[in-house]
């Protein structure tokens, strides 16, 4: 909670500090509608940012990151980590946020 506040003040959001979330383990910064989501999320290893990519077709979306230079680390569930030329790990994942279909982008 402490966290969320504090990241809420470096990026100007407001922190959603409510109990009642779907998964305690996080907490949402919230912006406007058309911003990037941004969770905190508790976790067992060492802090550092994230990135979870939204898609609704996640195995062309896999394919056209690696074509940029990404590598498939591990297929989890509905989800596949990824690992960006510069080491750092992402997912790319199912649409969670309500506006996906209306604000996505659409690539050739």
């Known amino acids: 909670r402490e966290l969320a506040k504090f990241w809420g003040g470096v990026l100007g959001l407001e922190p959603d500090l409510r ?3 779907d998964d305690p383990r996080y907490l949402h910064l919230n912006g406007r509608p058309d911003d990037p989501k941004i969770l905190l999320q508790r976790v ?5 940012v994230h990135f979870d990519i939204e898609t609704d077709d996640i195995d062309a ?3 056209r990151l ?12 509905t989800w596949v980590v990824m690992e960006a030329p510069s ?3 992402f997912c790319v994942i199912n649409p969670i946020r309500s506006d996906f279909k ?3 982008n659409q690539w050739e």
């Open 19 to 21: 109990e009642d979330q």
């Open 87 to 89: 080491k750092h790990r």
């Open 44 to 48: 067992d290893h060492p802090s550092r």
């Open 102 to 104: 209306d604000n996505s």
């Open 66 to 77: 690696e074509k940029l230079g990404a590598k498939i680390i591990e297929r989890v569930e």
């Open 61 to 63: 979306e896999v394919m």
